[in-house]
């Protein structure tokens, strides 16, 4: 058994075979490469069986050091020592000659299930995890929660699918998800995914809600750059409403409450003290009321906007082991069509259709508290029964001990005296 460099084929055998995130990617190791970024693909091999598999990036600091990093890697059986201790020894080796003063690792590993208000469901116990990097030489960053700009979220909130069907996962939601699925697929709501010209429908949305939220949000070359490489492995679903279908949707529920008042007022004239009836009626009116207002909506809307009002969009990574939901914006004048709700709900049932058995939400900020500042998207992912995966976190090694140890000093004194 022995650790060496792997492959590009090599490399996308084993990580589209065994449980990797999207960054664990020949995609991404293309993209790397296009951007220039000094970027290896390493692994363990057993003669002609791999058993690990890594995507590691160099970065230049200090202009004469590097750093290392592997996003969500190495690829492996964390409880499998033997394979552990060659990867890791052998990539102290193979980073050292480069003049590497220390390298971070934030493996993909699930260390606790809990559900949306913090309990633990289930422990992995995979405890030895840390004992291994210890051996190692590593020293773990701590239990982290919040968002770094730096550091790779340690909480998703993840739905598990596998030997699900979608009337099993619709009666699993809660009562607000339900309605506004069927509500957007009632009325006239469409889905088709953008191409790489049109992404900037996308980046308008999110643009927008970044603002109204008051998040920072990628750029646009991260955008772009990943659809260029993944190809359709990435999709960007937009949600549109076609308002023609709308009205005549909203037409014809106006048109069975009419029937139902003019039932009732029968019912009414009939018996003058049924004040069930008349109740009734009260309530129908309200009702009309609000159905005439979204039909003079829709067609003021198809006035200015013709036929298609897009009103919501977002971003995933497709891998054969995950969706993952990226991002996603919404125009906040359209919310009422539940378009965003559309898209889950469509991704959803792509992901069935694929085979694939999980459904990453993605990132929350592990604080389940109602200060917590995405409380909001806490409650909006708990909606959908989904769980809440909490990852192992960071470890650091350093490979030029004296040298990170002066840059550890060094940082310490600039923090203390604010440079």
Known sequence: MQFTELTIEEFDQFTRTHFSHFTQTKENYLLKQSQGVETYLVGVKDGESIKAACLVT???????????????????????????????????????????????????????????????????????????????????????????????????????????????????????????????????LHIRYLELDEIDVFRKFMRDTSEKKAFVDRDDAYYISRKEHFGDNVIIPLVYVNLDEYTASIAKDRDALVKNIEKTNKDLEKDPDNQKAAKKIGNFKDQLKNIEDKLAEGEALRETHGEELPIASAYYFITPHEVVYLAGGSDNDFRHFAGSYLIQWHMINYALEKGIDLYNFYGISGNFSEEAEDYGVIQFKRGFNAKVFEYAGDFTKPVNGPAYNAYKTLTKLRDKIGR
């Open 58 to 188: 160099l970065t230049p600091m200090m202009k004469v050091f590097k750093y290392a990093y592997s996003n969500r890697g190495p690829v492996m059986d964390y409880a499998d020592k033997q394979v552990f201790d060659v990867f890791f020894e052998g990539l102290h080796a193979f980073l050292k000659p480069k003049k590497v003063m220390h390298v971070r690792i934030d493996p993909y590993e699930v260390i606790k299930e809990r559900d949306h208000d913090g309990e633990v469901l289930n422990d992995r116990d995979n405890g030895y995890i840390f004992d291994h990097f210890k051996d190692q030489g590593f020293k773990h960053d701590g239990f982290t929660t919040g968002f770094d700009p730096v550091l790779q979220i340690r909480w998703h909130s993840v739905l598990e699918l596998e030997g699900k069907d979608p009337k099993t996962l619709l009666d699993d939601m809660d009562s607000l998800r339900k309605r506004n699925i069927k509500k957007a697929q009632k009325h006239g």
